[in-house]
């Protein structure tokens, strides 16, 4: 009967992740349906946790989406890739990954993909290169950013003190030195640009040859007058949230030892109250210092995307969630040993998950709570935390599909065999160095 369930909620990802947008959500409501009328399953809570923190931090984004905020970031990481073109491949992805780390969402990577497509060629440096390993470095960058969904979702469940900054500690510095691997092993990557057949091809097009050779200064961004008062008002809220998930007596306490989602049981605020009010409180205090209306906000695609997430882990969570304690004594009877032996082993389950997800904070909501039942660390599951990030590895995310489109050269792209794309040997690569940094930091620091 196990494999029979099983089946059924991979089928309900695998086809929810082809409709893409909400269908992961909806048909995660599809297995639910399935689960409790016919396998009787008694549903679980909804996670409601994640989908507060998601609709807060994605708003505080939009809002400063919405206020010229990531146009003024966008512009100085642009400056930076432009700076030094020679060093491509280095310098895009670890832009990228510092202006996703501190802005908690990887697709401001939009707007970079179509510069580091554009350097690379200029250059005559295979744009696959450049561009595959700064999307991996979009994703990395989300385990580790305090104001990403799916670090706040992780916090929510290891819920001890100081967790964020140990989440911090950790898993930064692994992701840039896996990021850093990726960027050395994608250096040789595929064919140089020159040598490229398809390439030579394009070439023979005037027009196309004609804009490689044009020089292209920096674009003129037109900047909002409140733009850097919100990027401002936008890092403070990132420093009120660390500093509270640091320092838990700055939290008011309000006694009793009732836990609920707003009140943990010791009586300090949440860190999902902590975090949906500083954020909010961000997104008011923006709106009101740059006079931007309510309604620019809600018309922003960062805004329009909040949306489609929180349906995504509305229904795919609650799905996976009550799946999993349904049959937690024969997964924890089967993997119990297994983990205990090789907690390195855990991590391909969260990767495989991630990858079927098609979210990071959906992959940790539904994972790491199974992780603690398993019995493992805080410092392990810290370590493994960075494979929630394995939506690379079906070609579908908006971001690989971006990168494709953006490359007018034609070498990044999806293979015969689709898995064998120009993101999934790099991805594993940025994965697996980053895991093995974080045992090693986690060994030191916790």
């Known amino acids: 009967m196990f494999w029979i369930e099983f089946s059924i909620l991979i089928a309900m990802i695998l086809i929810g992740s082809q409709m893409k947008g909400i269908g992961l959500g909806v048909m995660g409501m599809v297995g639910l349906f399935i689960f409790i009328t016919f396998f009787k399953m008694t549903p679980t809570s909804p996670p409601i946790d994640v989908m507060l923190i998601i609709m807060a931090i994605v708003t505080t984004a939009a809002t400063l989406q919405a206020c010229g905020g990531l146009d003024y970031l966008v512009g100085i990481a642009e400056k930076i890739i432009r700076s030094n073109p020679s060093k491509i491949i280095f310098i895009g992805p670890l832009s990228v990954f510092?202006?996703?780390?501190?802005?908690?969402?990887?697709?401001?990577?939009?707007?970079?993909?179509?510069?580091?497509?554009?350097?690379?060629?200029?250059?005559?440096?295979?744009?696959?290169?450049?561009?595959?390993?700064?999307?991996?470095?979009?994703?990395?960058?989300?385990?580790?950013?305090?104001?990403?969904?799916?670090?706040a979702a992780l916090v929510v469940i290891l819920g001890y003190e100081g967790v964020l900054l140990d989440i911090m500690a950790i898993c930064i510095p692994a992701c840039i030195i896996g990021v850093l691997a990726g960027c050395f092993f994608v250096l040789?990557?595929?064919?140089?640009?020159?040598?490229?057949?398809?390439?030579?091809?394009?070439?023979?097009?005037?027009?196309?040859?004609?804009?490689?050779?044009?020089?292209?200064?920096?674009?003129?961004?037109?900047?909002?007058?409140?733009?850097?008062?919100?990027?401002?008002?936008?890092?403070?809220?990132?420093?009120?949230?660390?500093?509270?998930?640091?320092?838990?007596?700055?939290?008011?306490?309000?006694?009793?030892?009732?836990?609920?989602?707003?009140?943990?049981?010791?009586?300090?605020?949440?860190?999902?109250?902590?975090?949906?009010?500083?954020?909010?409180?961000?997104?008011?205090?923006?709106?009101?210092?740059?006079?931007?209306?309510?309604?620019?906000?809600?018309?922003?695609?960062?805004?329009?995307?909040?949306?489609?997430a929180t349906i995504s882990v509305f229904g795919v969570v609650w799905m996976s969630s009550t799946f999993m304690k349904y049959n937690s004594e024969m997964i924890q009877s089967t993997l119990g040993q297994i983990v205990t032996d090789h907690p390195w082993t855990f991590a391909i389950a969260v990767f495989i998950m991630g990858a079927l997800m098609f979210s990071q904070a959906a992959a940790t909501k539904s994972m790491m709570p199974l992780g603690l039942a398993l019995g493992m660390s805080n410092p392990i599951l810290i370590a493994i935390f960075p494979a929630v990030n394995s939506c690379f590895v079906l070609p579908g995310y908006p971001t690989l599909l971006a990168a494709i489109d953006f490359d007018r050269t034609g070498t990044t792209k999806i293979g015969k065999y689709v898995i064998n794309h120009s993101f999934i040997v790099p991805g594993i690569v940025v994965t697996v160095v980053s895991i093995i940094v974080g045992f090693i930091l986690g060994y030191f620091i916790l």
């Not at 440096?125 to 994703?139: D, F, G, M, Y």
């Not at 097009?205 to 490689?212: Q, R």
């Not at 949440?270 to 906000?297: D, G, N, Q, R």
Request: charged fraction near 15%; glycine fraction near 4%.
């Open 188 to 308: 040789r990557k595929g064919k140089e640009l020159e040598e490229d057949p398809i390439f030579i091809e394009k070439m023979k097009d005037p027009i196309f040859a004609k804009s490689l050779e044009v020089d292209s200064e920096t674009h003129h961004r037109v900047l909002k007058p409140g733009s850097k008062t919100s990027v401002l008002l936008f890092s403070l809220a990132i420093i009120f949230i660390v500093v509270s998930g640091s320092v838990p007596s700055l939290i008011p306490n309000f006694g009793g030892d009732i836990a609920s989602i707003v009140i943990n049981a010791n009586g300090n605020l949440s860190m999902v109250t902590v975090i949906c009010i500083i954020t909010l409180t961000a997104s008011a205090l923006m709106m009101l210092a740059t006079k931007t209306s309510s309604s620019e906000v809600a018309k922003s695609s960062l805004f329009t995307s909040m949306a489609t």
């Open 98 to 151: 510092i202006l996703c780390l501190f802005a908690g969402t990887s697709h401001i990577l939009y707007s970079l993909l179509p510069i580091i497509s554009e350097v690379s060629a200029k250059k005559r440096i295979r744009p696959e290169r450049a561009l595959s390993i700064s999307v991996i470095a979009s994703h990395m960058a989300l385990t580790g950013s305090p104001m990403s969904a799916a670090t």
